[in-house]
Antibody, heavy 117, light 106 residues
Framework: EVQMVQSGAELKEPGESLKISCKGS????????IAWVRQMPGKGLEWMGI????????RYSPSFRGQVTFSVDKSVTTAYLQWSSLKAADTAIYYC??????????WGQGTLVTVSS | SSEVSQPPSVSVSPGQTASITCSGD??????ACWYQQKPGQSPLLLIY???QRPSGIPERFSGSKSGNTATLTISGTQAVDEADYYC?????????FGTGTKVSVL
């Protein structure tokens, strides 16, 4: 069974850094892109970009380029999403998902990130 | 901002057919897929590659595309189908989501 398991909720202050994780299991981790998706409170889904675990080739949506960084650690089949300096506007649920056949077929449970002073 | 547009809401009576459209520039040259999201849950893939249904998805969900407009059709809509629905346009490099449609089963 394919599973994407994300790290737990985070409460951070503006200006702090953060790295959240997404562990894939039940499939060949290096042969599927992993996508990151943002959902702000009460709003729709936003595609942030994707990363290819085999060589860490990352493609960012123009809206998120320079704002976040994707990375992977193949040895533990885990993808990461990180911020160097959080803003209140980063408050959202962040999902990771496996990309397959031009669709996101397995989703993590989401990580709630709250940025507040 | 999203490059892909959907109607904000659709209302349907139980047992009737609901259709949700998704429009975007050059959507005809991209693959469309559809997701269902219920409150407090992660999205669920309903349709990929315009009209393909993953295993386990009920047959009442179908997808089609004509020109730059993709359509998700829910036949024989049930109360459990009340949810938010999102399309996504995939061109191999970027994959913006649509603005989302809330389906109400009244």
């Amino acid at each position: 069974e394919v599973q994407m398991v994300q790290s737990g909720a985070e409460l951070k202050e503006p200006g702090e850094s953060l790295k959240i994780s997404c562990k894939g299991s039940g499939y060949s981790f290096t042969t599927h892109w992993i996508a990151w998706v943002r959902q702000m409170p009460g709003k729709g889904l936003e595609w942030m970009g994707i990363i290819w675990p085999r060589d860490s080739d990352a493609r960012y949506s123009p809206s998120f380029r320079g704002q976040v960084t994707f990375s992977v650690d193949k040895s533990v089949t885990t993808a990461y999403l990180q911020w160097s300096s959080l803003k209140a506007a980063d408050t959202a649920i962040y999902y990771c998902a496996r990309q397959a056949d031009s669709g996101l077929d397995s989703w993590g449970q989401g990580t709630l990130v709250t940025v507040s002073s | 901002s999203s490059e892909v547009s959907q109607p904000p809401s659709v209302s349907v009576s139980p047992g009737q057919t609901a259709s949700i459209t998704c429009s975007g520039d050059n959507l005809g040259q991209k693959y469309a897929c559809w997701y269902q999201q219920k409150p407090g849950q992660s999205p669920l893939l309903l349709i990929y590659q315009d009209d393909q249904r993953p295993s386990g998805i009920p047959e009442r969900f179908s997808g089609s595309k004509s020109g730059n407009t993709a359509t998700l059709t829910i036949s024989g809509t049930q109360a459990v189908d009340e949810a938010d629905y999102y399309c996504q346009a995939w061109d191999g490099h970027t994959a913006p989501f649509g603005t989302g449609t809330k389906v109400s089963v009244l």
